[in-house]
């Protein structure tokens, strides 16, 4: 399977606790990007990262949220000291570049968070 | 104003029918613009990417883009239920590393 990987698909946490998420791109891809999404809302922004870099975290929570995307291994979303309205899907895409005009995202199956 | 606008729907179309899917945005220089379709539950698909002014078909799809008037637009063909889902429409706002953003989607509903 080529395709970006999410895990777990679901994670369940109970308020206080550490979640975190995995992402590893598609075969060849170097771009990471991660977004939330609520309950019938659209896709927010989070960050996007290169490897061994963040490039942009505009939206990123300032507390309890970071990223990472080490030289080895999948790009990792950690949300430390979960609260309910942590609650929602957060996808994972990638891209081979960021500077083309056609170069597109493509989508991970997401990682279904509940906080309880 | 939003950067990028859809209606949020549920647009309601009958099956057979052209269903219409409009976008418009705020950021003039933005050049490449991207449509994808979203299940209930699942992740983004990407269905069509335009960037030159005029139309670009693909199958029963057509994307619809007017750079003047700062819109595109997806057009359905021959809807089928199967088309019942959410269009996300993405435009690549140009800066740094061309950053794309998000509509909040548009529903749609194909009628049996």
């Known amino acids: 399977n080529a395709g970006v990987m999410q895990n777990p698909r679901h994670l369940v946490r109970r308020r206080g606790q550490e979640a975190r998420l995995r992402c590893s791109p598609m075969?060849?891809?170097?771009?990471v990007y991660w977004y939330r999404q609520l309950p019938e809302e659209g896709l927010k922004f989070m960050v996007y990262?290169?490897?061994?870099?963040?490039?942009?975290e505009s939206g990123m929570p300032k507390e309890r949220f970071s990223a990472e995307f080490p030289k080895e291994g999948p790009s990792i979303l950690r949300i430390q000291q979960v609260v309910r309205g942590d609650s929602a899907a957060y996808f994972c895409?990638?891209?081979?570049?960021?500077?083309?005009?056609?170069?597109?995202?493509?989508f991970g199956p997401g990682t279904r968070l509940l906080v309880l | 104003q939003k950067e990028v606008e859809q209606n949020s729907g549920p647009l309601s179309v009958p099956e057979g029918a052209i269903a219409s899917l409009n976008c418009t945005y705020s950021?003039?220089?933005?050049?490449?613009f991207f449509w994808y379709r979203q299940y209930s539950g699942k992740s983004p698909e990407l269905i069509m990417f335009?960037?030159?002014?005029g139309d670009k078909e693909d199958g029963r799809f057509t994307a619809q883009l007017n750079k003047a008037s700062q819109y595109v637009s997806l057009l359905i063909r021959d809807s089928q239920p199967s088309d019942s889902a959410t269009y996300l429409c993405?435009?690549?706002?140009?800066?740094?590393?061309?950053?794309?953003?998000f509509g909040t989607g548009t529903k749609l509903q194909v009628i049996p």
């Open positions: 950021d003039r220089g933005s050049q490449s």
């Open positions: 335009i960037y030159s002014n």
């Open positions: 993405a435009v690549k706002i140009p800066g740094g590393y061309q950053k794309v953003t």
């Open positions: 990262l290169q490897k061994e870099n963040i490039i942009d």
């Open positions: 895409a990638s891209s081979l570049s960021s500077g083309s005009l056609k170069e597109t995202q493509y």
């Open positions: 075969k060849g891809h170097s771009h």
